[in-house]
């Protein structure tokens, strides 16, 4: 079974504070993602990653920075955060694009 | 880019009874569809996938079959239980480089 390992699991953080949201898998898969979940929007994208030192773009980027050190590295950066962040972050890797996709335990992420 | 509509938010149901969960999706090339379960405090995992138009694939008892002249990839299952109380989602892939989850349909199964 693919492991994808994310800490912490739990964070709580002040308006305007700084996070970082960790994530490491040891499948030597090329993708990883970063998504959010909340309820009535279901699992959305924030940033996803090719490969180490490459980064796109999801579909809810605004507030986030990510940034893949190595293949197996894949860090979430809050630098002003927002209690509209307070959410449930989940890691996740693939082989390809279009391959399944392994999640990690999720972060559970409150911003008060 | 693609695009996902799940119809039901929650379907609630007997144990025993058959369930169909609908899923049309919007791509820019032909997809990969997917369908994800999430039980309680859990992570998703895949369910089942399909690219083959009108093929019907299965695991674990749940079938869905795409066809992509209606652009639907709706999930079955004959005889739910208990254990397949869960959120689930549909996912279509075209472009190769990632997934779009729709909203999510929570299935609730009642003794």
């Known amino acids: 079974e693919a492991a994808v390992t994310q800490s912490p699991r739990n964070k709580v953080t002040v308006t305007g504070g700084n996070v970082t949201l960790s994530c490491r898998q040891t499948n030597s898969h090329n993708y990883m993602y970063w998504y959010r979940q909340d309820t009535g929007h279901g699992l959305r994208l924030i940033h996803y990653s090719y490969g180490a030192g490459n980064l796109q773009i999801g579909d809810v980027p605004d507030g986030y920075k990510a940034t893949r050190t190595t293949q197996e590295d894949f860090f979430l950066l809050l630098e002003l955060a927002s209690p509209s962040q307070t959410s449930l972050y989940f890691c996740?890797?693939?082989?390809?694009?279009?391959?399944?996709?392994?999640f990690g335990k999720g972060t559970r992420l409150t911003v008060v | 880019g693609d695009s996902v509509t799940q119809t039901e938010g929650l379907v609630t149901l007997t144990k025993g009874l058959p369930v169909m969960l609908n899923c049309t999706y919007q791509?820019?090339?032909?997809?990969?569809l997917f369908w994800y379960v999430q039980h309680l405090n859990e992570a998703p995992k895949l369910l089942l996938k399909s690219s083959t138009d009108n093929k019907r694939t299965e695991h674990q008892g749940f079938y869905a079959t795409l066809h992509k002249s209606s652009s639907s990839f709706h999930l079955q299952k004959s005889s739910v239980q208990l254990s397949d109380s869960a959120l689930y989602f549909c996912a279509p892939n075209s472009a190769g480089n990632k997934l779009t989850f729709g909203i999510g349909t929570r299935v609730l199964v009642r003794p």
């Open positions: 996740a890797s693939s082989v390809r694009g279009d391959t399944e996709v392994f």
């Open positions: 791509t820019t090339y032909s997809p990969f």
